[in-house]
Every structure is written in structure tokens, then in C-alpha cells.
């Protein structure tokens, strides 16, 4: 049951105020509202109130001196007090209990504790003024016999009395009086009867009414618990959260935070908040506006909207670094209505700094594929839908729309010999049985023709180690390809005539022998020389030399079998092997036909030429175990053939001992000439092709022959091999070289900073101790190691890999540089070529020879340069011999050449000279 009665709400906040007024006149109360300690105590002397709700804080008169104004005046102190407190004023509470307040109510207050209480209160004072009343009754009744107010109050009685004339009416007045007396005690004793049993009645509903408001106040008390301990969980979680919570009123006034917003907002908390100010405090996402506090979250919270995950930027200041805020708001609605707003406010500072790291990450990659010309896919294993960039479509000849997202748009295009290849890579890379996904294939373009892709890929595994996506580029290698081709091919063939070199000549001789061998069947070996040529060559000039060895080279192809060959060794020599011949003298035949053919007239630059050859003839036969044999005999013979006059040819005889006898006179003089000083270093000058300043020197040994004069070393270095002197010769040259260095160092300090190359064969490389003798006779010399700079031949490296990688790793370690020479004119296969701790890459001469003239080699030697930039070298072009040649190489970015156009080989004593006449070439 409720009370109404007439409520005075003592609040210094307007809005608690005002909440408790609703309520209470919703309730049907009369109420009156006073916003200090001194307006409530006016207010109790003009009105009567029923209860008084009293906040304790307060500015000016706190509500505990208020309450003890109040328990201090006799006339007020009876009206009950509900003192209005939060949390933290628990102390306050205790002693306005002891002052005589009735009940307490916290903050912020719930409606039907508020109505509980008031109503609690109403009904203690209602009964206790039931019991005033009674006691003021009964008293008044037990003392009207004795001093009835009929008699004393009564002024006719009192005039009787005074007047004697009156007395014979005197007893009929008391009779009548005495009467009522009686009357009124009868009625008196009814009145008392009627009392007490009101009174038991009243005492049975009083106690029952405080059973009642004591069950009412235990059930509080453990609602009142219960909440406590709600609130006590709401605020740990709330102080425990990450993020900001802050809740506001209706003006957008802060009544509630918890410590995180003091850790992520700090001072700017306020500057937030509608209730703050007008001025910009943020900006938005973009940059491009900024914000006032009524444009965040949390005035658009009070105006009814939900925000949620809002950004914000708030820019740096002087205190404040910049910060990005997400903010998600509510609006607070109780009965009411819209009674405040609450958000939760997160600091994304962190993750938008990773989101731009990220993003740029993604756009250096995107702006590196690009610039790589690379194709990238995306493949999501899940949905089986690829992802092609539109560059990977136009490597293919498509537009961005021709191209689905199926992987049958790349399997179907796939060459027949690598999709099985390409397919079973995939699967076992996602299946982890391998690393990663790197292959070369071929992929049909719109044009009809193959290209050759580089292909490489990295799977994305989930939690259950399932392949989910996999992603990767495409890159156009079909130039490289052709170069690897180009190379190959150049490797195995003469580059000036496309007939097999050495090196493919050989081979197949040692097949040929193997195959006699097993079958015993006839095959024979050519060796020719050209007669005369160098007469041609030197009188009409090296182009119109090429042009007569590709000529030749025509017509030995036009005379000979399906199933010879027909072979350029160098220079003016070619090699026939002439297979499964029927007699020896079929052989002879072929011979003769080579002669008619070559004997007739030729037309090389406007000049008709005549050239013969000198044949040498070596049978084939099971004797022979190695093909270098047959190689050298039919090499004999030619020589034989050449001491006689021209066109001539002659079959080896076994029995042909002078080539032995001079071999053996040359093979002592060569001893001898280590003994007696006859070998000498001269110098070939290398150049840098930007400025034509001489920056090194190849050096090159000389045999000075008392009786042959000058000997080259094309003459008796190989000697040197074959009969073991090439260590000696070497470690002579390398030790001459060394010494030759610190001289010129030493007279020209601050001009001979360049380095020397010292050739080394195969023998010195194998030698255990080589990486020693070079180091020590630098040491010796006194020279920086990085003075000398070591070249051996690509077949060198080819033939002695793992040597050559070993001994040259640890003269890289010395400081000392490599260089592979002749390369092209070798076959090694390009991948190896970046195993090797190799400086410098020297281009082989017979691509520069033909550099201006054959597109072909102009395309190898640019495939050569950007394949040894790409592996960090340097390029040197050898025998470049021309102007044009030159300025062709500088375009193609080669950095240095050597050859006649910049100087011979000189002595060591005319170096000076040179350097001191040519500083600049």
C-alpha cells in the first residue's frame, strides 16, 4: 500500500533533482524542491512536510548540518529525513544515521528503491502520529470528570454562583448539568470501551504493519545487496576493460569514467564532450574536415542515434601526440526518457600505423612487381577461383576481361610437355613435400607462339596446416631463354661459320671411336689448312678473311655425306670425319672432291680468290683409345701436308718420327729457356670504355727463342702442359709480375693504381698449395692483393668445378679478384656460372669480331653483359679492334675491352712510355 504526502527533495544537481520530483509526483505526492542546505530550512518554517530527502554534499550547508538544524528544533524534529549519498560518501551516511535520518538512498538511485523507502517512511510517520492523537484523547478523557470544561468554562454556572438572586434556578441548572454529566460520562465510558478496542485494533495492525516494513526492509536490504554487488561486478568490469567507458548526462556533463579512460584519453577527455566547448577538437578519417565535440559520437548518442566503431583522428599537439580513436556510443533512455548516453572509446593509434605500414608494404610491393614486369595470381584453394593481374594477362597478348578466374585459363594454355610437370609441382607443394614453387615451363600466347615463364609461388597454410590459398608472380624469361640457347649453341658452334667448334667435333669423334670400336666398322679424321690465307687475310683485311672461311665452310658441306662432319677448330683449320666408310679408299675420294671444290674460283669483296688446303688423313681404327689420338695424327699429317707444296694431302703413317723429333727439340729448348732467362711478361693494356683511361694490364708470356726469335704463347704454352713445365712457367710469371708491380708503384705513387691479370691453366689450379704461392709472393712483393687479378679460361672452370670453386673462394678471402676468360667460347651451362666467386666475366673475341656485322652476335654479346651485371660482374671485351666495335660495347654498358684499337702487348720497360703518351685512349 502506498502513502501520499508532502515531500520536500533537498539537491544540488539539477537533474537528480528533477528525476526524484518526477517520480515522486508520479507516485501522487505533493513535493517541493529546494537546491541548497539554507532554502530547505527556510522552506520547513512555511510548509508542512510529510518526509524530507536530503543529499549530504552539498555546496554552502552540507546535508548532515541541515539534518541536525532540523533534529535540533522541537517542532521539526519529528519529520522523517531520507539522506541522499553515493558510494563513497558511506561515512557521511553512518553519521547522519546517528543524527536521527530515517533511511539513506544512493546514487544514482533506482525507482523502486526510491518508492519503497518514501513509502516505508510515510507510513512510520503516519502510525506515529496515530499514536499522538490516541494519547492526547485518552488524556483529555481521564481529566474531564474532575475539571469538566461544562463547569468551569461554563459562564452562566459562573454567574449563578456570584449572584444570589439567581440560586433558586442554581439546582435546576446543576440538575440539568449533572445530567449532561452523567450523560457524557456514559457516553465517556462508550468512547473508552470503543477506545481500547480501537486501540488492540490499532496495536494488532501496528504490529503487523512493522512485521511487514520489517520484511519489506530485509527484502531491500537484499535487493539493496543483490545491486551492490551487481554494481561492485559492473565497476570491476568496467575498470578492467581496455578500453574507455564514459558515460555523460543529458548536457553532455561527465558522470561516470573508468581508469582507462584516464590512461588513453587523459585531459582530453573533457575537450570530447558536448558540454565543453564549440571548437574543432578532431578530424575526420579523411583529413579533409574537422570536428567539434557536438559532431562526435557522443553528442550523437544524446540526440537518440547509435554510433558504432567511429573513427577519429585527433591531431598532435604540443602535449599530445597524434591519436585514432574508435568510439562506439548509446543513448541512456530510462522511464522518462532519454536520460544520457554511454561509449566505449578505443585507441587504434597503433593498429592504423600498422594499416599504413601495411598499406605502403603493399604498395612498394605492388610498385616493385610492377616495375619487375612481373605477372602476379592469387589462387584461393578453397573456392578454386584464381586471381590474374592484369600484367599477367598481357604477357599472354590478353585484355584485362578476356581472362576468367578459372585455373583451366592457365593449365589449358601450358605446353603438353610441361603441364604434368607444372601440375605435379603445385600439388606437392601444397601437400608440403616441397618447399616451394619455383619452375621454368612454357605458356602459349595469343599470337600462337610459346613463351617461357619463370614461375614462383608461396602456399598459405591454416591452423589445421591445410593449403588455403596460394599466391605468386609469372615472369617473361623467353629472352633470357634464347640467350641460354643463343649461348649453348655458341658454345658448341663456330660463331663465325655455325659449324660445330672443337669442343662438339670431339665429341662426336669419341662416339665415332666408341662405335668403331664396338663394331668394328671404318671412319676417318680430316685435319685442313688453308693455304694462303693468311696472305688474303692480311692483304684484303680480316672482313674479307670471314667472309673466305664461311665460304669454305659452304663448300665442305656441299661435297661431304649425310652423316659427317664438317668442323671450324680455329683460325683457318676445319676438321671432316668422314663416318662408316666402306674401304680406305673412299676416304681418299672425299679428299679429292674436297680439292676440286675448293680449287675453283671464289668472290670475296669485289675480288675473285683462289685458296687451297693441306689435308692431313687419320684411319680410324680399333688401335685408337682416345679421340685426342686420332685428333693429333690426322693433325701430323696435315702438318706433313703443309711442309710439301700447296693442295696436297697425306694419309698418317705410323712411322712419321720428325713431328717427334722437333716436339722432343722444342720440349728441351723450352726447359732450357726457364734456366736461361729466355721468357719474358709483356703487357696489354685495358681500358675503361667511359673516358679511355687505361685501368689494368693483361699479362702475357713470351718464350724469347735464341733461334726463332719471339715465340707466342699459343706455341708453347700448350707444350708446357703436355710435358708438366706450365706450374713452373706460371709461378715464374706470377712472381715476375708481382715484383714488376712494385717497381712501377714504387716510381709512380700516385699514378699506377691499376691492377695486373695473370692467366692460369687448369694444371696450376689443381695444385694444393696454389692459394700459398700467390699469397706468398705478393707478400713478397710487397703489393696490395688487390694489385693481381687471377683469370683461367670458362672451360677451366667448367671442366675443374669443384676445384676451381674451392681454390678461388679462398683467393677472394686474400682480396684478390677473378675473371673467367673467353667466355662463350666454352659450354658451361649458365647455372653454374653463379656458383663461381667470380669478379669479372671477359668476353670470348670471336663474338666482338662480328659484333657490327651479325645480329646474332650482337644479341649474344648483350645476353652475356646482362647476365654478368645481373650476377654482379664486370665485362671486358677482348680483341676489340674498332671504333665502332667500341662505342657498340659502351652502349650495351660494358665497362672495359683490350685489343689493338687501344694497344699492343708490350714489354715491361715500354709500359711508362705508353702510360706517360696514351693517359687518355
Not at 593481374?389 to 585459363?409: F, N, Q, V
Request: glycine share 6%; proline share 4%.
Amino acid at each position: 500500500m502506498s502513502f501520499s504526502g508532502t515531500i520536500l527533495v533537498v539537491d544540488d544537481h539539477e537533474h537528480v533533482r528533477n528525476a526524484l520530483v518526477r517520480q515522486l509526483e508520479v507516485a501522487g505526492h505533493t513535493v517541493i524542491a529546494r537546491s541548497d542546505g539554507i532554502q530547505a530550512l527556510e522552506a520547513v518554517q512555511q510548509y508542512t512536510f510529510d518526509l524530507i530527502l536530503l543529499d549530504i554534499l552539498m555546496p554552502g550547508m552540507s546535508g548532515d548540518k541541515v539534518l541536525a538544524a532540523l533534529k535540533a528544533d522541537a517542532a521539526l524534529r519529528h519529520i522523517p529525513v531520507i539522506v541522499i549519498s553515493g558510494d563513497q560518501d558511506l561515512d557521511l551516511v553512518a553519521r547522519c544515521i546517528e543524527l536521527g535520518a530515517a533511511d539513506y538512498l544512493g546514487k544514482p538511485f533506482n525507482k523502486t528503491i526510491l518508492h519503497a523507502r518514501v513509502n516505508a517512511c510515510l507510513e512510520q510517520k503516519r502510525l506515529r502520529d496515530a499514536e499522538q492523537a490516541y494519547l492526547r484523547m485518552r488524556l483529555y478523557l481521564l481529566s474531564a470528570a474532575a475539571d469538566h470544561p461544562a463547569i468551569t468554562d461554563n459562564p452562566d454556572i459562573q454567574e449563578a454562583l456570584h449572584h444570589p438572586d439567581n440560586l433558586a434556578t442554581v439546582d435546576q441548572t446543576i440538575q440539568a448539568l449533572l445530567n449532561r454529566l452523567e450523560a457524557e460520562q456514559r457516553e465517556r465510558r462508550r468512547a473508552e470501551a470503543e477506545l481500547r478496542n480501537l486501540n488492540l485494533a490499532l496495536e494488532q495492525r501496528v504490529a503487523e504493519r512493522t512485521m511487514l516494513a520489517e520484511q519489506r526492509a530485509e527484502a531491500l536490504k537484499r535487493s539493496e545487496e543483490a545491486l551492490r554487488q551487481q554494481t561492485n561486478l559492473l565497476r570491476a568490469i568496467l575498470d578492467s576493460m581496455g578500453d574507455a567507458v564514459v558515460v555523460t548526462d543529458t548536457d553532455g556533463h561527465l558522470i561516470h569514467h573508468n581508469p582507462a579512460a584516464v590512461q588513453i584519453l587523459g585531459d582530453r577527455l573533457a575537450s570530447l564532450l558536448p558540454g565543453s566547448s564549440s571548437a574543432p577538437v578532431a578530424q575526420s578519417p579523411d583529413g579533409r574536415s574537422w570536428l567539434t565535440p557536438h559532431d562526435l559520437p557522443f553528442a550523437r548518442a544524446l540526440h537518440g542515434e547509435s554510433v558504432d566503431a567511429a573513427e577519429v583522428r585527433l591531431p598532435a599537439t604540443d602535449c599530445h601526440p597524434e591519436q585514432w580513436l574508435s568510439i562506439t556510443a548509446r543513448p541512456l533512455r530510462d522511464t522518462d526518457g532519454l536520460s544520457g548516453s554511454v561509449a566505449i572509446v578505443r585507441d587504434v593509434t597503433e593498429a592504423k600505423r600498422a594499416e599504413e605500414a601495411l598499406r605502403a608494404s603493399e604498395e612498394r610491393y605492388a610498385l616493385a612487381a610492377q616495375g619487375a614486369n612481373d605477372g602476379l595470381w592469387d589462387w584461393d584453394l578453397v573456392s578454386g577461383k584464381i586471381y590474374f593481374a592484369p600484367r599477367w594477362k598481357a604477357m599472354l597478348g590478353y585484355d584485362d576481361t578476356d581472362i576468367g578466374t578459372s585455373p583451366d585459363e592457365w593449365f589449358r594454355r601450358l605446353h603438353p610437355d610441361d603441364r604434368e610437370r607444372v601440375e605435379w609441382r603445385l600439388l606437392a607443394h601444397t601437400r608440403r613435400l616441397i618447399t616451394s614453387f619455383e619452375l621454368e615451363y612454357r605458356i602459349l600466347h595469343r599470337d600462337g607462339n610459346y613463351r617461357w615463364m619463370l614461375c614462383r609461388g608461396m602456399a598459405v597454410w591454416d591452423e589445421h596446416g591445410r593449403a588455403t590459398r596460394m599466391v605468386g608472380s609469372q615472369t617473361d624469361i623467353t629472352g633470357r631463354k634464347q640467350a641460354e640457347e643463343q649461348l649453348a649453341y655458341g658454345a658448341l658452334h663456330d660463331a663465325l661459320t655455325g659449324l660445330p667448334n672443337r669442343t662438339l667435333f670431339m665429341d662426336r669423334l669419341s662416339l665415332a671411336l666408341k662405335r668403331a670400336q664396338r663394331e668394328k666398322h671404318l671412319f676417318a679424321v680430316l685435319f685442313l689448312d688453308l693455304d694462303r690465307f693468311k696472305t688474303i687475310n692480311d692483304s684484303l683485311g680480316h672482313a674479307a678473311g670471314d667472309e673466305l672461311l664461311i665460304a669454305v665452310a659452304r663448300r665442305l658441306e656441299s661435297v661431304l655425306r649425310p652423316g659427317d662432319t664438317v668442323a671450324r677448330l680455329g683460325g683457318d683449320e676445319f676438321a671432316v670425319m668422314l663416318d662408316r666408310l666402306n674401304a680406305p679408299e673412299e676416304a681418299e675420294w672425299i679428299v679429292e672432291r674436297i680439292h676440286q671444290a675448293l680449287q675453283a674460283p671464289l668472290s670475296v669483296r669485289g675480288h675473285t680468290v683462289y685458296t687451297t688446303a693441306s689435308i692431313g688423313l687419320a684411319l680410324g681404327n680399333e688401335g685408337y683409345e682416345r679421340p685426342e689420338e686420332l685428333a693429333r695424327d690426322a693433325d701430323t699429317a696435315m702438318y706433313q701436308a703443309k711442309m710439301q707444296r700447296r693442295a696436297r694431302h697425306v694419309v698418317f703413317d705410323p712411322d712419321m718420327r720428325r713431328k717427334a723429333v722437333s716436339h722432343f727439340q722444342l720440349e728441351n729448348d723450352l726447359r732450357s729457356a726457364i734456366e736461361r732467362n729466355e721468357l719474358r711478361v709483356h703487357y696489354q693494356p685495358i681500358v675503361a670504355l667511359n673516358g679511355r683511361r687505361v685501368v689494368a694490364f693483361e699479362a702475357l708470356a713470351r718464350w724469347q727463342h735464341p733461334q726463332h726469335g719471339l715465340i707466342s704463347p699459343d706455341q708453347f704454352i700448350p707444350l708446357s702442359e703436355e710435358i708438366g713445365l706450365i706450374n713452373t712457367i706460371g709461378h715464374w710469371v706470377l712472381r715476375d709480375v708481382c715484383h714488376q708491380v712494385r717497381e712501377w708503384r714504387r716510381r709512380r705513387p700516385r699514378h699506377f693504381d691499376m691492377w695486373v691479370n695473370v692467366n692460369l691453366s687448369a694444371h696450376q689450379l689443381a695444385q694444393p698449395d696454389l692459394v700459398a704461392q700467390i699469397a706468398h709472393a705478393i707478400a713478397d712483393a710487397g703489393i696490395p692483393p688487390n694489385a693481381i687479378k687471377i683469370e683461367l679460361t670458362e672451360n677451366t672452370f667448367v671442366t675443374h668445378r669443384e676445384i676451381a670453386i674451392a681454390q678461388l673462394n679462398e683467393l677472394r678471402s686474400l682480396g684478390v679478384g677473378v675473371c673467367i676468360d673467353d667466355f662463350g667460347a666454352g659450354y658451361s651451362s649458365l647455372g653454374y656460372l653463379s656458383q663461381f666467386p667470380v669478379d669479372t666475366l671477359k668476353i670470348d673475341r670471336v663474338f666482338i669480331a662480328r659484333l657490327g656485322m651479325m645480329r646474332e652476335h650482337y644479341e649474344i654479346v648483350k645476353a652475356i653483359i646482362t647476365l654478368a651485371h645481373s650476377l654482379g660482374m664486370t665485362v671486358v671485351a677482348e680483341g676489340v679492334e674498332t671504333e665502332e666495335q667500341a662505342t657498340m660495347l659502351s652502349a650495351l654498358r660494358c665497362e672495359y675491352a683490350q685489343g689493338w684499337l687501344f694497344g699492343r702487348a708490350l714489354p715491361a720497360d715500354q709500359v711508362e712510355a705508353f702510360l706517360d703518351s696514351r693517359s687518355s685512349l
